[in-house]
């Protein structure tokens, strides 16, 4: 999966090749100039602090770059990741495996880990490093319960099994079939707490063992 250092050392050759610190590039991108200062990389508990998916957003947009541009800064290495489980849609290489959120909720397009699986997956394009398997999958968002973070027909790219913290965007599908994109409140060995990505959606708190899986949001595509 790709690694909390690539992350930073892709922001870092971004700044450098628009003659740039990551403090100007962050003022360039309207952020706070401290925003990718090497001690905001590290939280107060010791614990690696990602990037947001809005400042990379704002640093794209700031600076004219593509996603394929600044997947091209990620090292190489960072690119490693476990191998898919066996299914029959075609393996990753520049294209991971593409579905319908709505369609998400049916049987048989997931395993119990969460990865894809079966039958009637499409393709999306997304940069990797050619022969490896990261494991991540992209969902398109259908509908506008997500509105206004995400709209009708953004792509999320997901990653099953990678770690989640609080703050971060997930998705999470339950044992009824009910796939959604949220933000993490809180999680414990016994429950959940999701807070809604749409204000006129009220927070939701689920058992876990109503919960299937859960998986990070680790890039959309607006």
């Known amino acids: 999966m790709l690694s909390h250092d690539s992350i930073w050392a892709a922001i870092d050759r971004l700044a450098e090749q628009h003659s740039l610190t990551p403090s100007g590039l962050a003022r360039r991108a309207g952020l706070d100039p401290t925003s990718f200062n090497k001690s905001k ?10 990037p947001s998916t809005e400042s990379i957003a704002k640093v794209l947009e700031a600076t004219g770059a593509s996603l394929d541009q600044f997947m091209r800064y990620v090292s190489p290495d960072a690119l490693r990741g476990s191998p898919l489980p066996q299914g029959t849609f075609p393996p990753q290489a520049s294209s991971i495996p593409l579905l319908g959120m709505a369609q998400a909720g049916a049987g048989g397009f997931f395993d119990d880990g ?22 991540v999958y992209a969902l398109e968002v259908q509908g506008e319960s997500m509105k206004p973070l995400y709209r009708d027909g953004d792509i999320l790219i997901v990653e099953p099994g990678a770690q989640v913290r ?3 965007r997930v998705v999470v599908k339950t044992r009824e079939g009910e796939v959604m994109a949220k933000i993490l409140a809180r999680q414990s060995a016994k429950s959940i707490e999701l807070q809604s990505l749409n204000p006129d959606h009220p927070p939701r708190m689920l058992d876990m063992g109503d919960v299937e899986w859960v998986a990070r949001i680790i890039w959309a595509s607006q």
């Open 166 to 168: 609080r703050g971060d």
């Open 114 to 135: 969460g990865f894809p699986a079966g039958q009637g997956w499409d393709l999306v394009e997304f940069p990797a490093a050619p022969g490896r398997n990261n494991g």
């Open 41 to 50: 990389r590290i939280g107060a508990d010791g614990r690696m602090r990602w």
